[in-house]
């Protein structure tokens, strides 16, 4: 199973960035996926979700109104835009991909990729 984010960098505040996640050797359309992010010091916290079909997301009161989460289940692709960025939201990003069922669920995470906010 992997989980290969990408498309993080340096933005300026205020800027837009996408972030990709590409999931392989699993059942994508089983999984509900999300974005979390670490800054230095800080525990891991939740950004973004969304369920296996899509029809539900939820985000960080921090996030609401400025990043979008939706994904690709053809293309076994889970994105992240943000908009409006501040310095705040500089973190490293990791993709998480959660499949809870009757008994059990499995749990990846990917390597993560750095957004840095900053002038």
């Known amino acids: 199973v992997q989980l290969v984010e990408s498309g993080g960098g340096l933005v300026q505040p205020g800027g837009s960035l996408r972030l990709s996640c590409a999931a392989s050797g699993v059942t994508f359309s089983r999984y509900a996926m999300s974005w979390a992010r670490q800054a230095p010091g800080k525990q891991r916290e939740l950004v973004a979700y969304?369920?296996?079909?899509?029809?539900?997301?939820n985000y960080a009161d921090s996030v609401k109104g400025r990043f979008t989460i939706f994904r690709d289940n053809v293309n076994n692709t889970v994105s992240l835009q943000m908009n409006s960025l501040k310095p705040e939201d500089t973190a490293v990003y990791y993709c998480r991909a959660v499949w809870s069922y009757s008994g059990g669920s499995r749990d990846y995470w990917g390597q993560g990729t750095q957004v840095t906010v900053s002038s």
């Open positions: 969304i369920s296996s079909t899509g029809g539900i997301t």
